[in-house]
């Protein structure tokens, strides 16, 4: 978080010292959205999501008692699951924009997201467990080598840390992952994985799981409402 909190402080110092001729500087992080202000610099982000993976951990743990290593996976999504990417927010609302895919692919590119506290520690569960991990993303297939590098970056590995990285691609833009959740037991098997079950889905968005969810339980991190559709408030496993 003192990263963030110095890269806010940083980023204001520089935007009140260009409108200083002009207006009086505030240059407090006040300045940012209430959502974007919480998960930059409230310690309740990060308690929340390691609360939440804590939660999913103990999940997974009862699950892989009762099955054979290599028969089952969890499928988390990417951003404000895994890659914290509030840092991208505050530049946009530091010149008084939004989202577009135009600075969101820079931003990819930048490779620089650090770790939602919590995920690496849940995905190294998983796989100790004997478990899949998959990710399943709505960035581009433009955007994956990026992607991988970023995850690389923060010492998230393929293969060692997750088996599937499934992002989508441009011009469709297919932003429902319907079937690309239905595709990863499938991608497991031609990789020597038969019969793998997904048994846990983590989120941020209410669409980060599949619907109907099935025996599958669905673990959400509270991203503030930064973007999307939010869909929890406190930690517990949500359901559809
Ligand atoms: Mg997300």
């Given at each position: 978080m003192k990263r963030f909190t110095r890269a806010v402080a940083g980023l204001f110092t520089a935007v009140a010292l260009a409108a200083c001729q002009t207006a009086p500087a505030?240059?407090?992080?006040?300045?940012?959205s209430p959502a974007v202000d919480w998960v930059a610099n409230s310690p309740e982000w990060a308690a929340e999501a390691e609360a939440m993976y804590a939660l999913a951990g103990d999940y997974i743990e009862t699950i892989s008692a009762s099955r054979a290593e290599h028969s089952w996976a969890v499928i988390l999504d990417v951003d404000?699951?895994?890659?914290?990417n509030v840092q991208y927010q505050i530049q946009r609302e530091a010149i008084g924009e939004t989202y577009s895919s135009e600075s969101w692919h820079a931003w990819t590119a930048e490779k620089s997201a650090p770790l939602v506290p919590g995920a690496k520690a849940f995905i190294e569960k998983v796989n100790a467990l004997g478990g899949h991990v998959a990710l399943v993303t709505n960035r581009l297939d433009t955007e994956q080598l990026w992607t991988e590098e970023n995850l690389a970056d923060v010492g998230l590995e393929r293969s060692?840390?997750?088996?599937v990285l499934l992002t989508r691609a441009s011009p469709v833009k297919?932003?429902?992952k319907s079937a690309r959740f239905a595709l990863v037991p499938a991608m497991l098997a031609v990789q020597?994985?038969?019969?793998?079950?997904?048994v846990a889905y983590v989120g941020d968005?209410?669409?980060?799981?599949?619907?109907?969810?099935?025996?599958a339980k669905f673990f959400c991190i509270n991203?503030?409402?930064?973007?999307?559709?939010p869909c929890a408030t406190k930690p517990q496993p949500v359901s559809n």
């Open positions: 505030t240059g407090t992080t006040t300045d940012l404000e699951t895994v890659l914290n060692e840390d997750f088996r297919e932003s429902d020597g994985y038969p019969d793998v079950e997904v968005n209410r669409h980060d799981q599949p619907s109907p969810i099935g025996s991203q503030g409402g930064m973007y999307g559709t």
